[in-house]
């Protein structure tokens, strides 16, 4: 079994190093610690009276195992979920917040577990999380991947701006779409056929 920080050393891997894309609403991003998380964190890391760009770049890669840890899997109770779901849910709550705890709630829901999509992980959706884990062990964590793989596609579908995240410069797969395939099953990949099928659309 994975510690928490060997994950979230994998999460920063998988984020990498310093970028400030415009087309990003995270802003500049170091390791996958956005900007805004560090403003929130007071981390004034040259110590100049304010947070910006610049303590962004000095952020280490240590620095941003222990945000996640602390900020990303703790807080969020992550924890608490079984632990096949910790590092899918965990990557996603890095990636994209409290809407990593909302997609596994409106999974909760489709599968007949009634519970509020706030975003926030009570008794209700852990007690949820457990019973729908016992009755399909299998199944859950891949139900979950395929669920963030379709949040990424819905972004893109709303969003043109966000599309070279999801589709590469050549027409495959993108960084988000590989991502959430990360935690899938290769059963439930999608053909580079049915890839492009999906995103037709997108022009």
């Not at 965990?90 to 990593?100: E, H, L, Q, R, T």
């Not at 009570?122 to 964590?141: E, F, K, M």
């Not at 669920?147 to 589709?167: G, Q």
Request: proline share 4%; hydrophobic share 40%; glycine share 10%.
């Amino acid at each position: 079994m994975q510690s928490v920080r060997d994950i979230a050393e994998e999460i920063v891997g998988r984020e990498g190093g310093f970028v400030n894309d415009p087309d990003d609403p995270g802003g500049a991003t170091k390791f996958g610690v956005t900007i805004h998380t560090m403003e929130r964190l007071g981390l004034d890391l040259d110590r100049d009276g304010d947070v910006d760009v610049r303590d962004v770049r000095r952020l280490s890669r240590a620095q941003a195992v222990d945000i996640f840890v602390t900020h990303y899997f703790e807080r969020p109770r992550i924890a608490a979920l079984p632990e096949p779901l910790h590092a899918t849910v965990f990557d996603m709550y890095v990636n994209a917040g409290a809407n990593a705890i909302k997609i596994l709630q409106r999974l909760l829901n489709t599968m007949g577990h009634a519970v509020v999509v706030d975003g926030a992980l009570g008794p209700q959706s852990i007690g949820a999380t457990r019973v729908a884990y016992d009755a399909a062990p299998d199944h859950l964590v891949d139900a979950y991947g395929i669920a963030r793989r379709n949040y990424y596609f819905r972004i893109a579908d709303n969003r043109p701006a966000s599309r070279k995240y999801a589709r590469s410069r050549a027409g495959g797969k993108g960084g988000w779409i590989k991502r959430a395939e990360e935690f899938i099953a290769p059963r439930f990949h999608l053909t580079e056929t049915q890839f492009r099928e999906r995103v037709a659309a997108w022009g």
